[in-house]
């Protein structure tokens, strides 16, 4: 019988410039991945807080592809804990989200509290001293895991990592600023969806730190001058590179370099307007002038603010070529009636089907079955060359060679 050869699988010698597509194809990385990224030494974010409003309050969410609760306890504590039972595997919370005074596994009612530790099982002792569990029997072993929790002005992630820093040093000084510059008062949760993509989740991260794409991908942001290059804007990026933020400021674009260029993104002959116009009308609320800030936190959160619309993306597993992206819209409890319409208006920006980011997960789905017959081949990112770092032009790929510099001292590759 003849025998096959394993794929190679080392990186090409371009370095930082060149990102092989068996990345986004092969199912023992995608397990690898599991292991020493989503369940080693990085942060996943879980929820807002404002998702957890009392005690008893809790939602059901992932860390990778594991299922994770998330609660509140009755002292007004937050934990998180693996979503499986003990006994045989079952979920023990099937609910989204709610309220509890207990967690009882549906499948032999086995019975948790709000950290996770189960509290009581039927019939442990069987019924007039027959059947039930031996003296001996620890089914505490097979316990969910714990994860530690920790959260920053309202939002809050979890890690399954004993070794992993502090939230605060994981994110680190480039990038913390921007966070907290968009969570300035408490948050109030607006709705929430859920979008399927048709690709691996690392091109959809790959996407988001895209500086470079925005403006030519999405006609919207062009042809009605939100974002183009052309505008005052930059890109930082953390030291490992696994964290990003871009931003835009509000100076409308009055130039003509999309349009000389022959960009699709302006339009063309198309004389495309808005009959509602007050949908891109901005309020400063933040007071520094940015129409849009994106920020990416490794290895799968995304914060944007986009005009007045402000939104958690959370990145989900599924397989090699399925991705979860689930939104949660949000605007601050101090909101008057203007601005919630003025947010709640501006949320068809964004989404599945929004006038900007439906393009998104089409043009992710475009990458995933365009390489499929080339995993011997790479992606290439040399706009702004090799460099790493954060700048003040965002025609650049920076942010984009920082993932891979992250992802691959995760993977060790």
């Known amino acids: 019988m003849q025998k096959h050869s394993s794929p190679d699988r080392s990186w090409p010698d371009e370095g930082a410039t060149r990102v092989p597509y068996w990345v986004y194809q092969d199912e023992a990385v995608y397990r690898e991945e599991q292991r020493r990224i989503f369940h080693g030494p990085t942060w996943s974010y879980l929820c807002l807080e404002a998702e957890l409003p009392d005690p008893g309050s809790f939602v059901t969410t992932f860390v990778g592809e594991m299922p994770v609760v998330v609660s509140r306890d009755p002292r007004g504590a937050l934990h998180a804990f693996e979503n499986r039972c003990a006994h045989r595997g079952a979920l023990i919370c099937m609910q989204a989200r709610g309220r509890a005074e207990r967690f009882n596994c549906i499948y032999h009612n086995w019975t948790y509290d709000h950290a996770g530790n189960l509290t009581n099982v039927a019939f442990r002792k069987g019924i007039a001293g027959k059947g039930g569990m031996p003296e001996g029997a620890h089914p505490e072993s097979q316990a969910p895991k714990k994860l530690r929790v920790a959260s920053i002005d309202g939002l809050v992630f979890g890690t399954l990592s004993e070794s992993a820093p502090s939230l605060e040093d994981y ?46 991908l999405h006609l919207f942001f062009t042809r009605f001058r939100i974002n183009r290059l052309t505008q005052k804007g930059g890109v930082f990026v953390s030291a490992s590179g696994a964290h990003h933020c871009t931003y835009t400021e509000m100076v409308e674009d009055q130039g003509d370099a999309y349009e000389k260029g022959g960009m699709r993104s302006a339009g063309g002959a198309h004389d495309f307007r808005l009959e509602a116009p007050e949908l891109l009308e901005q309020v400063d609320e933040l007071g520094d002038a940015v ?118 001292s995760y993977m060790n590759v």
């Open 171 to 216: 994110i680190g000084p480039e990038v913390m600023p921007r966070l907290k510059r968009v969570l300035i008062k408490p948050l109030r949760v607006l709705g929430s969806y859920t979008q399927v993509l048709p690709n691996n989740w690392k091109l959809y991260m790959d996407n988001v730190k895209d500086t470079y794409h925005a403006s030519l």
């Open 291 to 408: 129409s849009i800030q994106i920020l990416s936190l490794f290895p799968g959160f995304v914060l944007h603010q986009i005009r007045n619309s402000l939104a958690a993306r959370q990145v989900v597993p599924k397989g090699i070529d399925r991705t979860e992206l689930h939104w949660t819209l949000f605007g601050f409890a101090d909101d008057d009636e203007a601005m919630l319409r003025r947010r709640l208006l501006q949320a068809n920006l964004v989404g599945p089907a929004g006038y900007i980011s439906m393009e998104d997960g089409a043009a992710t789905g475009f990458v995933q079955r365009g390489v499929a017959a080339s995993p011997d081949r790479a992606s290439v990112i040399e706009m702004g060359g090799n460099f790493i770092g954060s700048g003040d032009s965002r025609i650049t790929e920076t942010a984009v060679r920082g993932l891979w510099k992250a992802w691959r």
